[in-house]
């Protein structure tokens, strides 16, 4: 708590001018509180990490079912809540009782708000307030309102799932409905927070009067939040443009004056320097400037997203003062200025001192630029050998799917009654045949029966391919099989008779294996350690890098460079599945990811042209622009 007693006297100031004067003290919390919430993270993960240990190298989604049936369970649990408390307190607690303090006239002082915002941790342990927590980590990301916490604002249903229920009508209409009831629960629950925080009320007791202040005020909230969001992200949107408008301007004249291919000395090497030309200065002044541009830039747009957030947060806050006022009688609170003591001008200080210690970050990764903005070309599997562009899990869809680029398709293999190996990714046949019965209920010859749904819309009749047919052509194209041992049927037997097939046909260099089944895959391992295994899964941790696989499989969710980097250090490769979106394919092909299977190869095919076809200052934003992210 700050004890300067030198400030000017407080005096009564307008919403606006208060805003201002917060914006230091806004922003010193928010990075001392990142800071604290960073160190906090490395030490559960640590923590975890040798508790997941313990049992398995690396605790995922297709071993945790083992892993919480163990005493390894519990105590995860355990420390994953402690973990969520402290996180939600010093990340959101901290954001409102701060802002309540400016608001209030409190003198500020970031480690009293530290102190009051764990203290108030114990005010949530119970049932009512469990609920207000669990929505605000779960509820929030999935419907997008309400005040969120970094470590769960990306939240979401993994797509395989959401690609499930898009395509079900009757799921989806679950879904909607699942939202809209979330996001009603939660307008009417807006100042629970606040109310617990600021006013002192029980989790139970400001559920209730956060539904009777919304009910009495939810009009002029919802106008004037509305307007407030709106004029902030204009306000924000205007400074970077111009921002980028800028450095545009500075960067265009030096780019048109270099060659159109031009190399350069290893600027890394202190000994290159002495011996530097003209045009190698104009290169590094020029990689200088966009680094610059990205980095300083970047970090202006991070400070601006950050005040605007808590500009928000402080506006709300003032509605709920004002609303919490008007109910208890009370006359309207006033605003006061902002003590302007020492400790107020040493976070304008700090706040400098960051953006200089940017730009000389600039000038290193200008000087190592060779380092980052090589090429990358990851492989793309077709999903379902041929992704959209013919009928699923078809042989004829194979050679599309390598005339687009791809080096293989990835195919789904379940075994029938009689003991033979088909093709079909659901685990029965209703979707494409009109048949409900699974593979495993059906001989071969009633599968050869059926008739498949043409996907492709070619008007084509198809059959149920088999696991020959595709190795035949394989074989013929040359094309990489990714081949998911799949379903009920995925067992230590389907793993020796596959790899059996393999054999006859010869195409060994030519497969990889994957199974959700973790029990399958280290069989595979174990038994033929030749055979190119890789692990699939859509959650998790632990040492990735030490699982007994060639390949880490991750579903696009969980695709990070620390897991990239976690693969590779390991002597593993990374294969990502299955990003659709054009900006999530330009994400994952300009990464350190080593295969993507994917639905759109058409996309994928345009976004590899449109990367290759980057200047250097593109390739420079490219790398660095997620930089603050990390």
Not at 348 to 358: F, N, S, T
Not at 435 to 440: F, G, L, Y
Not at 491 to 508: F, L
Request: glycine share 6%; net charge negative; proline share 3%.
């Amino acid at each position: 708590m700050s004890t300067d007693t030198t400030s000017k006297p407080q005096k009564k100031i307008s919403f606006a001018r208060l805003a201002a004067e917060s914006v230091p003290e806004i922003w010193a919390v928010q990075f001392v509180t990142a800071f604290i919430l960073a160190i906090l993270v490395f030490i559960f993960t640590r923590i975890c990490n040798a508790i997941i240990g313990t049992r398995v190298v690396a605790l995922t989604t297709a071993n945790m079912k083992q892993v919480l049936l163990s005493w390894q369970g519990p105590v995860l649990i355990i420390i994953a809540i402690l973990f969520l408390l402290l996180y939600v307190a010093l990340d959101l607690f901290i954001r409102i009782l701060v802002t309540g303090g400016i608001l209030k006239g409190e003198k500020g002082g970031i480690f009293r708000s530290i102190k009051d915002s764990l203290l108030n941790i114990r005010r949530f342990l119970n049932p009512d307030g469990i609920s207000i927590l669990v929505y605000i980590l779960f509820a929030v990301p999935l419907v997008g309102v309400g005040f969120s916490v970094g470590i769960t604002q990306n939240f979401a249903i993994p797509n395989f799932i959401m690609d499930v229920v898009y395509k079900r009508p009757a799921f989806l209409a679950l879904y909607v409905i699942g939202l809209l009831a979330l996001l009603i629960v939660g307008f009417f629950f807006l100042f629970s927070l606040h109310a617990v925080l600021l006013s002192g009320l029980t989790p139970k007791e400001a559920k209730k009067y956060s539904v009777k202040l919304v009910r009495k005020n939810w009009k002029k909230f919802l106008l004037t939040m509305l307007l407030v969001i709106v004029v902030t992200s204009l306000v924000r949107f205007c400074v970077s443009t111009v921002l980028n408008l800028a450095f545009q301007a500075g960067l265009d004249p030096v780019e048109q004056t270099l060659p159109a291919d031009y190399e350069t000395k290893d600027f890394s090497d202190p000994s290159t320097w002495d011996s530097l030309t003209d045009q190698d200065i104009d290169i590094l002044n020029f990689r200088m400037g966009c680094t610059f541009a990205v980095l300083e830039g970047g970090y202006l747009d991070l400070f601006l997203r950050l005040l605007a957030s808590a500009f928000i947060m402080l506006y709300f806050t003032k509605l709920y003062l004002q609303f919490d006022a008007a109910e208890r009688g009370e006359s309207a609170p006033v605003w006061l200025s902002r003590p302007k003591g020492p400790s107020y001008i040493g976070k304008i200080v700090l706040m400098i001192g960051i953006a200089v210690a940017v730009a000389i970050l600039c000038f290193i990764l200008s000087i190592a630029a060779d380092s980052y903005i090589g090429k990358r070309e990851p492989h793309i599997f077709a999903h379902r050998s041929c992704g959209t562009l013919g009928q699923e899990n078809s042989v004829e869809g194979l050679a599309l799917a390598l005339e687009h680029g791809c080096i293989g398709g990835e195919i789904d293999i379940q075994r029938t009654k009689d003991g033979y190996y088909i093709i079909n990714h659901d685990n029965d046949f209703a979707r494409l045949t009109g048949v409900a019965k699974k593979p495993s209920e059906m001989t071969l010859a009633e599968i050869e029966q059926l008739e498949v749904k043409d996907t492709a819309g070619t008007g084509k009749t198809y059959k149920v391919p088999k696991l020959e047919e595709f190795l035949e052509e394989a074989k013929r194209l040359n094309a990489v099989l990714l081949l998911e041992l799949k379903g009920e049927t995925a067992d230590e037997k389907m793993a020796d008779d596959v790899v059996a097939m393999v054999k006859e046909y010869g195409v060994e260099d030519l497969v990889l294996y994957i199974s959700l089944k973790e029990d399958v895959m280290n069989y595979l391992k174990e038994r033929y350690p030749e055979a190119k295994v890789s692990s699939v899964f859509f959650a998790g941790m632990g040492d990735f890098e030490k699982l007994p696989c060639d390949i880490l499989g991750v579903e696009e969710g969980m695709g990070t460079p620390l897991i990239y980097a976690q693969a590779h250090s390991g002597g593993k490769e990374v294969a990502v599945w299955t990003p659709n979106t054009d900006q999530a394919l330009r994400t994952f092909m300009d990464s350190d990811v080593d295969y993507i299977t994917t639905d759109e190869i058409e996309i994928a095919e345009q976004v590899r042209k449109d990367l290759d076809a980057r200047t250097e200052r593109e390739l420079i934003i490219d790398r660095l622009q997620d930089f603050w992210l990390l």
